[in-house]
């Protein structure tokens, strides 16, 4: 009766430690899963960080460039208006040229 009580807590033994051996591989691989996630995720981070200074970098250029738009339509209108002064001028001095040889 001692002896079939041994060979039973030995069988309980034996399947209580492949129990903690599958249990420990499942955490191996849950911890093997969790570094590969945590180094995305840290990749990912990394990633997004440059994007948001790429785009702040990206708005002030872009606001650089409405102004000098500003400064460059100002400017056109200027030179707009010193064209047609000067057309309306050489026109005018054309129509003199010709009524003063006539």
């Known amino acids: 009766m001692l002896s079939l009580l041994l060979?039973?807590?030995?069988?309980?033994?034996?399947?209580?430690?492949?129990?903690a051996l599958g249990v420990?591989?499942?955490m191996r691989d849950i911890t093997a899963i969790n570094q590969m996630v945590s180094t995305a995720v840290?990749?990912?981070?990394?990633?997004?960080?440059?994007?948001?200074?790429?785009?702040?970098?990206?708005?002030?250029?872009?606001?650089?460039?409405?102004?000098?738009?500003?400064?460059?339509?100002?400017?056109n209108r200027s030179s707009r208006m010193y064209l047609?002064?000067?057309?309306?001028?050489?026109g005018l001095l054309l129509l003199f040229f010709d009524w003063f040889n006539s």
């Open 84 to 90: 047609l002064v000067l057309f309306i001028v050489a």
């Open 24 to 26: 420990e591989r499942t």
């Open 42 to 75: 840290m990749h990912q981070a990394e990633m997004i960080e440059t994007l948001y200074n790429n785009a702040v970098d990206a708005t002030y250029h872009v606001q650089r460039g409405n102004v000098e738009l500003k400064k460059t339509i100002r400017v």
């Open 7 to 19: 060979v039973f807590l030995q069988e309980q033994l034996r399947q209580a430690s492949q129990q």
